[in-house]
């Protein structure tokens, strides 16, 4: 039986890159098709994100503005179904792992570049990732052409170079603010790294900083002259429900970058960082440490102290899977690759299939059988309300959470019907608040849709207030979600924030 330690070598120089790409394109091909069978609704912060492609800004209330462009621009090529919304991140990471072949061949050598590309593709976090559109899909593509150049001009290449690193890391700073941990990596290899030193000194990475700079600067007028509320948001969510110091939700961080990163990927950088100053640990090997260790340090205190979200530290995956790679590689560790990408092949098939099937699929036997229960009962929720909207005569929908406004904006899209934010106070809880905020001067009646089940919760800002059903939609064979709806009219003034709820 061929072992891949012997079939590995026999690939040509020539070759390799003919033949990643056709995995890559195979791959990328079958996870656009398993979007087209997915049951699997969008989820909310899915659906607010297409919600502001619909407006499109320099900013958003969460979030920078490059991941609206890219949903525009789906949009305007294949329409408005989930499938369509989220079909740029696979494209993208087509792209990611291209781009990560090119560091692992400019650092290292050509079986590395195969190996670091193969590996990438093949992380369940990755075959998870590309299922959903989110700020990291951007981000990652964005980082790892700015690795590329940056890796470029520390072996001396010319200012063109310090232009692409510019445009990489002004267009990663517009996918998501995390772009900045890049500035650390540059300042890590510094006080390491004599050509690193070097380079801070060079034009053309000071042409980098001017490029990007540039390109943020839209971003930041857009959220000084919306109150910094971009700043504020970011800061509660870092803040969490306070800080307090706690070694079970550390250690569950870094647990859990063991999924984002693969098993392997996260094991072979954790020996790498012990073994940093060892003889047998290279230049390049130091170099994508750098741009690994300081965003995964800085997220794991942030973790031991309040909440931090597994993919916060998402970033520093490209240099750690190129790491990983020139190890196994220069070990010949065929046996721990083959496994590493195996786990891949299995968790992305598990993925198809468990997407393909969404609606019936619980699991008696753990704790939450209906295990796509957080991502669905959306559709459901939009069918109903529709339904309700018609029978009720309902010319405006309302709802407070950001998720029903958000879902509600997307699969009420066709009905015609404005769906619009009830406010939550003087100061905005999300961008809805901003864009969409009900006022007196809508359209009534108003179909109201709410956790709140209490009609008095409503009486001091319509005259008339009428009950009108509760609504249950299925998240799985055995879980829903109950809301209460309410046809209002004759508003009093201007809406307030509802108190008895």
Same mark, same amino acid.
């Given at each position: 039986?061929?072992?891949?330690?012997?079939?590995?070598?026999?690939?040509?120089?020539?070759?390799?890159?003919?033949?990643?790409?056709?995995?890559?394109?195979?791959?990328?091909?079958?996870?656009?098709?398993?979007?087209?069978?997915?049951?699997?609704?969008?989820?909310?912060?899915?659906?607010?994100?297409?919600?502001?492609?619909?407006?499109?800004?320099?900013?958003?209330?969460?979030?920078?503005?490059?991941?609206?462009?890219?949903?525009?621009?789906?949009?305007?090529?294949?329409?408005?179904?989930?499938?369509?919304?989220?079909?740029?991140?696979?494209?993208?990471?087509?792209?990611?792992?291209?781009?990560?072949?090119?560091?692992?061949?400019?650092?290292?050598?050509?079986? +590395?570049?195969?190996?670091?590309?193969?590996?990438?593709?093949?992380?369940?976090?990755?075959?998870?990732?590309?299922?959903?559109?989110?700020?990291?899909?951007?981000?990652?593509?964005?980082?790892?052409?700015?690795?590329?150049?940056?890796?470029?001009?520390?072996?001396?290449?010319?200012?063109?170079?310090?232009?692409?690193?510019?445009?990489?890391?002004?267009?990663?700073?517009?996918?998501?603010?995390?772009?900045?941990?890049?500035? !650390?990596?540059?300042?890590?290899?510094?006080?390491?790294?004599?050509?690193?030193?070097?380079?801070?000194?060079?034009?053309?990475?000071?042409?980098?900083?001017?490029?990007?700079?540039?390109?943020?600067?839209?971003?930041?007028?857009?959220?000084? =002259?919306?109150?910094?509320?971009?700043? /504020?948001?970011?800061?509660?969510?870092?803040?969490?429900?306070?800080?307090?110091?706690?070694? !079970?939700?550390?250690?569950?961080?870094?647990?859990?970058?063991?999924?984002?990163?693969?098993?392997?990927?996260?094991?072979?950088?954790?020996?790498?960082?012990?073994?940093?100053?060892?003889?047998?640990?290279?230049?390049?090997?130091?170099?994508?440490?750098?741009?690994?260790?300081?965003?995964?340090?800085?997220?794991?205190?942030?973790?031991?102290?309040?909440?931090?979200?597994?993919?916060?530290?998402?970033?520093?995956?490209?240099?750690?899977?190129?790491?990983?790679?020139?190890?196994?590689?220069? =070990?010949?560790?065929?046996?721990?690759?083959?496994?590493?990408?195996? !786990?891949?092949?299995?968790? =992305?098939?598990?993925?198809?299939?468990?997407?393909?099937?969404?609606?019936?699929?619980?699991?008696?036997?753990?704790?939450?059988?209906?295990?796509?229960?957080?991502?669905?009962?959306?559709?459901?929720?939009?069918?109903?309300?529709?339904?309700?909207?018609?029978?009720?005569?309902?010319?405006?929908?309302?709802?407070?959470?950001?998720?029903?406004?958000?879902?509600? !904006?997307?699969?009420?899209?066709?009905?015609?019907?404005?769906?619009?934010?009830?406010?939550?106070?003087?100061?905005?809880?999300?961008?809805?608040?901003?864009?969409?905020?009900?006022?007196?001067?809508?359209?009534?009646?108003?179909?109201?849709?709410?956790?709140?089940?209490?009609?008095?919760?409503?009486?001091?800002?319509?005259?008339?207030?009428?009950?009108?059903?509760?609504?249950?939609?299925?998240?799985?064979? +055995?879980?829903?979600? /109950?809301?209460?709806?309410?046809?209002?009219?004759?508003?009093?003034?201007?809406?307030?924030?509802?108190?008895?709820?």
């Amino acid at each position: 039986m061929t072992s891949l330690a012997d079939t590995a070598p026999r690939i040509s120089t020539e070759r390799r890159f003919a033949v990643c790409l056709m995995i890559l394109v195979a791959v990328t091909v079958v996870r656009l098709i398993g979007l087209a069978f997915s049951q699997v609704d969008l989820f909310f912060d899915e659906s607010q994100y297409w919600a502001w492609s619909r407006e499109l800004a320099f900013g958003y209330f969460s979030k920078p503005p490059l991941l609206a462009w890219l949903i525009a621009g789906a949009e305007a090529v294949c329409g408005s179904t989930e499938a369509c919304i989220r079909a740029p991140a696979p494209v993208l990471y087509l792209g990611t792992c291209l781009v990560s072949y090119a560091i692992a061949r400019t650092l290292y050598d050509e079986a +590395t570049a195969f190996w670091a590309a193969l590996l990438m593709t093949f992380t369940a976090g990755l075959a998870f990732s590309s299922r959903i559109i989110s700020t990291d899909v951007p981000l990652l593509l964005c980082w790892a052409l700015a690795l590329l150049a940056y890796v470029k001009l520390w072996q001396g290449a010319d200012w063109r170079w310090g232009v692409l690193l510019g445009v990489s890391f002004g267009l990663g700073m517009l996918a998501k603010y995390a772009m900045i941990y890049f500035v !650390l990596g540059i300042a890590g290899a510094a006080l390491i790294d004599r050509d690193a030193r070097a380079l801070l000194r060079s034009p053309a990475l000071w042409l980098a900083a001017a490029i990007g700079m540039a390109l943020v600067v839209p971003n930041a007028i857009w959220v000084a =002259q919306n109150g910094f509320v971009t700043l /504020t948001h970011v800061g509660h969510n870092i803040q969490g429900e306070g800080a307090s110091f706690s070694v !079970l939700r550390g250690l569950e961080f870094v647990a859990s970058q063991f999924g984002v990163f693969g098993p392997v990927i996260f094991s072979v950088l954790l020996i790498v960082c012990v073994r940093m100053f060892k003889p047998d640990i290279g230049r390049g090997d130091r170099l994508m440490l750098c741009f690994a260790i300081p965003t995964l340090a800085l997220v794991t205190v942030t973790a031991f102290v309040t909440r931090a979200n597994a993919n916060w530290a998402a970033p520093a995956f490209i240099s750690a899977n190129v790491l990983a790679a020139a190890v196994l590689v220069r =070990q010949a560790a065929w046996r721990w690759i083959a496994f590493s990408i195996a !786990l891949g092949v299995v968790a =992305q098939i598990a993925l198809l299939i468990g997407d393909a099937n969404a609606r019936r699929l619980s699991i008696p036997w753990i704790s939450k059988p209906d295990v796509y229960a957080r991502t669905m009962g959306w559709s459901a929720l939009g069918d109903e309300v529709a339904k309700l909207a018609r029978a009720t005569g309902a010319r405006t929908v309302a709802a407070q959470q950001r998720d029903v406004v958000a879902s509600l !904006l997307y699969y009420l899209r066709d009905t015609g019907r404005p769906v619009l934010s009830w406010p939550a106070g003087a100061v905005a809880n999300h961008h809805f608040d901003i864009t969409r905020r009900l006022t007196a001067a809508a359209p009534d009646p108003v179909l109201f849709i709410s956790w709140c089940q209490s009609p008095e919760a409503f009486a001091r800002h319509y005259r008339r207030v009428e009950p009108a059903g509760r609504l249950e939609a299925r998240t799985g064979p +055995t879980t829903s979600r /109950t809301y209460y709806a309410f046809k209002l009219s004759g508003p009093v003034g201007d809406l307030g924030p509802l108190s008895g709820c």
